[in-house]
């Protein structure tokens, strides 16, 4: 169920294991790029079917402006939040990451955070959806105009008013259980004390190390992060022993033991049922060992010589008992202690440095310097940074870093301050702020936040420094006139990129596809940087999807009160409220080839770019696609969890998002959802095939017959094979073997299905195949992976036995339109009345056949029946059972639907799949947990959401600019680790062909209403001899039919509309056609697409 679209699997660079690396002491310039490895591309595939100031001694909840929350709704929310309760349905996404007991921790938290300017804000956010206790926001800063550039909880009428106190009410919307406070004095002990994590933006070094003193004493996390133009710092202290309990946050590994070797360096092996992804050093326990079972004492053991199916125990088992069969090997998740030095410390011996970007492995340590030396030279100038472009004062800077250089120890000390000018550039563009740096950092130390909170994954150690100089222009352009402010809100970004590229952002058109989670992030980072915002600019947000109450968790411009609405509609609304100037339509089209009419050839011709902000590889290859065919630039990202790719496609000088795809994911057999399960993801996928057959596609079908009974019936005698029978025993379930009139049916109804799926078919099984059954090799039957089931005898003293008769009654009376009585959700009756449904004891048959092939695609039990014979006699019966209905009766079919825990749907799956497990002695799971897995939820959280929109919005500079392939970058990282891992995109494949040359991006337009013999010879003058020419599935031309001579005089045009069946629409000039050409020693050439614009 891991939704990952990767590509090709050329490994990562090898350091990237050790995303760290020591400050070097720099001897020359750098070797260059490394050569650019394939980056893993993570994305989504969820289904898209279905929001006055206080001083610190008197701090007080913000509350400038009312929230629009139910007072009723913000009582619960309260309640829930003070018991420690978590509200699942509004963070299933955000439990999927970080589990229960950390979403525990961070619900008792409380952060401080100071400094609201863009970076702040963005923070704020982030944490405060997470779901940490308090949030305090401290400011002692008033609002000026270009504030705006960055701060979306901002506005011109907030500009003379304290930042903090400005925003607070806004953020405290984004989630009524996080109490929200504002402290406008000067930060102190005192506030400082009154929190577990202190985050520190825009302070001064000198301040900053007075307040990581005091935190690190007092055992209180100290984060201190900055982003000035297009450059970054971020530093973490949590203190002298600081405990990680889960470095990764990656489930634990398991592997199915096969043999386990009596030796001293004893060898285990596994089945070849998955692939071992252990590693060698790694802990694991033993359980289930039949034989040795030494092994099941619950003891680590240390494994080496890690293998595909194999491992080696450091561990002498020559005197254990022989190994017999069975046993799980789990991987033991160990924790970590970090021991964090001080910020006083740190800044001068930095240590290491958390590397982005492998063509800058000498940057770090001159962005640590250039960020003391910034620091040197606002004390000097009383607070103020280097003037924008100004020459002088980047010299100014640039001697401050010579100084703190040339003092520094030898093991510190940098050859050269200033390697290819950036630190002359740092200085002419660090009083600008931009706001894909706030978003991208903002989602990074948010990330650190929740582990200072958790423990849950690694934290940062202690370093990290980001540039993106490749997301400004030349520098010879940044002169003092060109990054001169204007007066207005975008004048913190004009100090980075200019006014000329100001004004090109303001004049773009954009096609955003998506507002969900990333959607939400890119409507506010445009809105912030003025795309579109001109006169001349616009940008369509299509989605046509409505908001749920799990979307409030991550996609933050929605609120309560948006739950039901389009996400398109209410995220354009919020974005004009950032910026009233932003050019913005919403649409609620799904973009595909049915919406071709809507989304038509003017359309995307018209276009400058188009952000992709999608949830599923289907859509994401579409619209790809169509950016190939009209050469238009596309931004593509995605998120899973902590980790977030984005991928750079440039017309002609990059691969596009299809060059490469995933292998299908492994799917289990059969045979081993059906009677072989060996883990709880194949009993909640049987549990929700289960699920999906009895409330869904059974009443489905049987209201297909009753919509159309007479076309029904003709079609199932025409069709007469199995499916067909299936279909009808389907409709015959529904209205003839299990029809209910009265809930007590509909119990009665559950009661028995419980004892056909876990009593009766697994005594069969057991019956059929004995413990010691063998194979027709000799060999055991029941051996690895296979688990020998046992069947359940029901028990109304089972708890979880009338949970799953409730459900599935209640769902049956659903279906059937019948009211649930009161007396159904009182435990006692409930079971009273599950007594007197009548079982009858079931007796094992012989010379019944159990599918036991894994290739096998259809059951055992279905094969050799006369299909037609039994569909002729249930359509009889269905026929004279149908007379009694009246002609507008219908079954509710029931939809699977995760997010609402009132709907009894989940309760089913999870209480069914739990069955199973117990039949098969597997781990039972929680209900949240099958949500999950059955639900197929995407694990998603803001702060990655956030990093990863910032990324694309600085590549979005380096498309306006017509930046070169070199200075592009396609992103892996993953919070949990940290780990950043940036590459130069692929260049797309090049073909040649004597004078011809052309790439994907390549289509070949003949101007003219061609014949076919006119097309043939246009290729013959170029030495290709087209001999094949079809038009989407129809053939057109091909040289091996002689008939198709007959149509050489013929116009394409009316050929393709004749035999193809192409409908052209008016508006469009041109069709499409492949050809298939060989050259003069008949090797075959693949020629680009053919446009014919015949209009």
């Keep these: 169920l891991t939704p990952l679209h990767s590509s090709r699997s050329t490994p990562l660079h090898s350091t990237l294991l050790t995303p760290y690396t020591r400050a070097p002491t720099i001897n020359g310039k750098s070797s260059g790029r490394p050569s650019a490895p394939r980056l893993h591309q993570w994305f989504m595939t969820a289904a898209a079917t279905k929001r006055g100031s206080a001083s610190a001694a008197t701090a007080s909840p913000a509350a400038a402006k009312k929230p629009r929350t139910d007072s009723k709704e913000t009582a619960a929310v309260a309640a829930m939040a003070s018991s420690g309760e978590i509200d699942e349905d509004l963070h299933s996404r955000q439990l999927a990451v970080y589990g229960r007991e950390s979403m525990r921790r961070l619900a008792g938290a409380s952060v401080l955070i100071s400094g609201l300017q863009g970076l702040g804000a963005e923070l704020a956010k982030n944490v405060i959806l997470a779901g940490v206790k308090a949030v305090t926001l401290h400011d002692t800063t008033a609002v000026v105009l270009s504030d705006l550039g960055a701060q979306f909880y901002l506005t011109a009428a907030d500009v003379g008013a304290n930042r903090a106190a400005a925003c607070a009410a806004k953020l405290q919307e984004l989630n009524p259980a996080v109490l929200v406070t504002v402290v406008t004095d000067e930060i102190s002990d005192e506030l400082c004390a009154k929190h577990q994590v202190v985050v520190c933006t825009e302070m001064s070094t000198a301040k900053a190390v007075a307040v990581d003193a005091f935190c690190h004493s007092k055992g209180i996390a100290f984060i201190r992060g900055d982003v000035r133009g297009v450059f970054g710092s971020l530093f973490c202290d949590f203190g002298p022993g600081f405990n990680v309990l889960d470095t990764d946050g990656e489930e634990a590994h398991t592997c199915i033991i096969a043999s386990v070797s009596n030796d001293a360096v004893p060898l285990v092996t596994c089945v070849d049922d998955e692939r071992v992804e252990l590693q060698d050093g790694m802990k694991i326990t033993f359980t289930e060992v039949r034989g040795m079972t030494q092994l099941n004492d619950g003891k680590p053991r240390t494994i080496k010589n890690v293998k595909a199916y194999s491992f080696q125990l450091e561990e002498d088992t020559s005197a254990y008992d022989a190994y017999t069969g069975g046993g799980i090997a789990t991987q033991v998740k160990e924790s970590k202690v970090l021991a964090f030095k001080t910020l006083a410390a740190s800044m001068e011996d930095p240590g290491e440095f958390l590397l982005s970007d492998f063509s800058k492995l000498e940057r770090s340590p001159v962005l640590h310097l250039g960020f003391k030396a910034l620091d040197a030279f606002t004390a000097k100038s009383g607070g103020a940074f280097p003037r924008p472009g100004n020459t002088e004062d980047a010299a100014a800077m640039v001697a401050a870093a010579t100084a703190i250089n040339d003092a520094a120890t030898a093991g510190n000390k940098l050859d050269d301050v200033n390697p290819d000018g950036i630190m002359t550039l740092f200085a002419k563009t660090s009083s600008g702020y931009l ?16 582990k200072a909170c958790t423990g849950k994954f690694h934290p940062l150690h202690q370093w990290f ?3 993106s100089v490749e997301s400004l222009p030349k520098p010879e352009l940044l002169t003092e006139a060109e990054v001169s402010p204007e007066g207005g809100r975008y004048d913190s970004q004009i100090a980075c990129i200019g006014r000329t590229l100001q004004r090109k952002l303001e ?19 445009f809105a912030l940087m003025g795309l579109c915002c001109g006169n001349d600019g616009a940008v369509t947000v299509t989605d046509d999807d409505v908001i749920e109450k799990s979307n409030l968790s991550r996609q933050f411009l929605f609120r309560n009160w948006h739950i039901g609405q389009a996400k398109s509609t209410c995220a354009t609304n919020a974005a004009k409220a950032i910026n009233a100037d932003f050019n913005v339509t919403a649409l609620q089209n799904r973009v595909s080839p049915e919406t071709e009419n809507v989304f038509n050839d003017a359309y995307w011709q018209g276009l400058d770019v188009v952000v992709n902000a999608l949830d599923n590889v289907n859509a994401r290859l579409y619209v790809d696609s169509r950016c190939v065919y009209f050469g238009v630039p596309l931004l593509e990202s995605g998120t899973l969890g902590t980790k977030c790719n984005t991928q750079m496609v440039v017309p002609h000088m990059t691969e596009n ?15 081993t959802l059906h009677s072989f399960p060996h883990n709880i993801d194949h009993c909640l996928t049987w549990a929700r095939s289960e699920f999906e057959g009895m409330f869904e596609k059974t009443p489905g079908e049987a209201n297909a017959y009753l919509a159309k ?21 389907k409709a015959a379930e529904c209205l003839l073997t299990s029809r209910c009139a009265t809930y007590e049916e509909c119990l009665a109804w559950a009661r028995l299905r419980f004892q056909d799926s876990f009593h009766d078919k697994i005594a069969q099984l057991v019956f059929t195949f004995p413990e010691d059954a063998a194979t027709s090799t000799g060999s055991p039957f029941w051996s690895a992976p296979k688990r020998f089931p046992h069947a359940l005898d029901f028990s109304n003293a089972d708890a979880t036995h009338l949970q799953l008769m409730r459900a599935m009654a209640n769902l049956k009376a659903e279906v059937h339109g019948l009211e649930r009585p009161a007396w159904a959700a009182d435990d006692a009756k409930l079971a009273a009345a599950i007594a007197q449904v009548p079982v009858v004891k079931f007796q094992p048959k012989s010379g019944v056949k159990i599918e036991t092939d894994p290739k096998a695609t259809a059951a055992a039990s279905s094969m050799g029946m006369d299909d037609e014979a039994i569909i002729e006699d249930l359509l009889g019966k269905l026929e004279a059972v149908r007379a009694g209905f009246k002609g507008d009766y219908r079954l509710g079919a029931i939809t699977f639907e995760k997010d609402d825990d009132a709907n009894f749907h989940m309760d089913a799956i999870a209480g069914l799949s739990n069955m199973r497990a117990r039949n098969y002695s597997i781990q039972e799971i929680d209900k949240l947990k099958a949500k999950l897995i059955a639900g197929r939820i995407i694990p998603a959280i803001a702060t990655t959401t956030a990093m990863a929109t910032g990324l694309v919005c600085l590549e979005l500079y380096k498309v306006l600019n017509g930046a070169p392939i070199e200075s592009y970058r396609n992103t892996f990282a993953n919070l949990a680790l940290p780990l950043f891992a940036m590459a130069e995109p692929i260049a797309p494949k090049q073909f040649k062909f004597k004078e011809l040359a052309w790439s994907l991006w390549d289509r070949w337009i003949l101007e003219g209403d061609f014949t076919v013999k006119e097309l043939l010879d246009w290729f013959e003058a170029k030495g290709l001899t087209a001999y094949s020419v079809s038009c989407g599935q129809s053939l057109i031309y091909n040289n091996i039919f002689p008939k198709h001579k007959e149509r050489m005089d013929k116009k394409v045009s009316d050929l393709v509309q004749t035999v193809a069946k192409l409908e052209i629409p008016a508006d469009r000039r041109h069709f499409d056609i492949v050809v298939a050409c060989e050259d003069e020693e008949g090797e075959d050439i693949d020629v680009p697409l053919v446009s014919i614009q015949f209009r």
Excluded at 436 to 447: R, T
Excluded at 657 to 671: F, V
Aim: charged share 25%; net charge negative.
């Design 657 to 671: 998002y299809g060059a490469s795809r995933d292998p299908p994911e492994k799917s289990a057999p059969m045979c």
């Design 709 to 729: 009974p007479e076309e029904y019936a003709a079609a199932a005698r025409t069709a007469g094979d199995a499916q067909a029978r299936e279909n009808v025993e």
């Design 507 to 525: 004049s773009r058109k954009v096609f955003l596809v998506g507002a969900g989670a990333l959607g939400c992030e890119f409507i506010k980072n």
């Design 435 to 450: 706001s894909p740096m706030a978003a991208m950092f903002g989602g990074v130390m948010g990330q650190e936040v929740v």
């Design 465 to 467: 420094y980001f540039d």
